[in-house]
């Protein structure tokens, strides 16, 4: 697990965007975890910038969203459907065939659509980079405190914390949807590299327990423990519960020096 600290949102996204765009550069095809959030709209600027100036091409990339809100269209403006097109599709070129996001509309066989999903993850290759933001709960997608740590992508039922983050995006009097399809964490780690970022206070309680607690369904991050090549990317408001930032500081001075790669 490597942990990088920033001092701000925008230090992250800068450097978010550029782990992306290097693993693009790396590999035109790249099969990319795409996440939604508030802290992902900076990120995507970036990425759309980068895309403008000329220096990144999507047009070979295949793109794999989390999760979906059930219950809402595509079109909703609270879709992660309408969030991706808003925020990265629309001013990039991603050939559309390529995008992969759950479909909130689903009905009925719930258990079929979430295993077609998978087979679609599974038929690009497997995910190389999954990008993750987390829930003040700890939540990675829309897998909730208790979630299994095998699960795969599948119907599930969002708790209080969530619905109540989630509510004032939501016209006054709409009632912000219960339930949502989401990877399971089980297929969250089984993506090649993942890149979790975390800006703000709210996040700090939790982004120590991920890192430095017990591996645990109550904490659904701290399942990252158990990946291979995680990085954490943090600022200072959301690391101030870290206990050990002075041994994080100098793995990334020696990672810079040794094994730069791993930072491009
Ligand atoms: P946020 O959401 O980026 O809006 O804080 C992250 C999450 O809940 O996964």
């Known amino acids: ?10 230090e992250i996204s800068r450097q978010a965007a550029q782990l992306v765009a290097s693993a693009i550069r790396r590999k035109p095809a790249l099969a990319l975890g795409l996440a939604t959030g508030g802290t992902m709209v900076a990120v995507y600027q970036e990425l759309v910038r980068l895309h403008k100036a000329g220096s990144l091409d999507f047009s070979r990339v295949v793109t794999f969203n989390l999760d979906e809100y059930l219950g809402l269209p595509a079109a909703h403006p609270q879709s992660f459907h309408h969030f991706m097109q808003q925020n990265l599709f629309a001013h990039v070129n991603i050939n559309p065939h390529n995008v992969h996001i759950p479909d909130g509309t689903v009905r009925g066989d719930y258990d079929h659509y979430c295993k077609s999903y998978e087979d679609a993850i599974c038929q690009a290759g497997g995910i190389d980079l999954q990008l993750l933001g987390i829930g003040r709960n ?3 997608g829309f897998n909730e405190p208790t979630s299994s740590l095998g699960s795969r992508t599948r119907l599930k039922v969002l708790n209080q914390e969530t619905i109540d983050d989630n509510a004032k995006f939501f016209a006054p009097g709409e009632e912000s949807p219960r339930c949502a399809i989401t990877m399971g964490i089980g297929s969250i780690l089984e993506a090649r590299k993942i890149l979790l970022l975390a800006t703000g206070a709210s996040k700090a309680a939790a982004v120590a327990k991920s890192i430095e607690g017990p591996v645990t369904s109550a904490v659904p991050a701290s399942a990252l423990q158990l990946h291979p090549e995680v990085t954490f990317v943090i600022d200072d408001p959301a690391a101030a519960q870290l206990t050990q930032r002075d041994y994080y500081l100098r793995v990334l001075q020696m990672t810079a020096l040794l094994t730069p790669d791993r930072l491009s």
């Open 1 to 10: 697990m490597l942990v990088i600290l920033k001092r701000d949102a925008a």
């Open 138 to 140: 700890g939540h990675i």
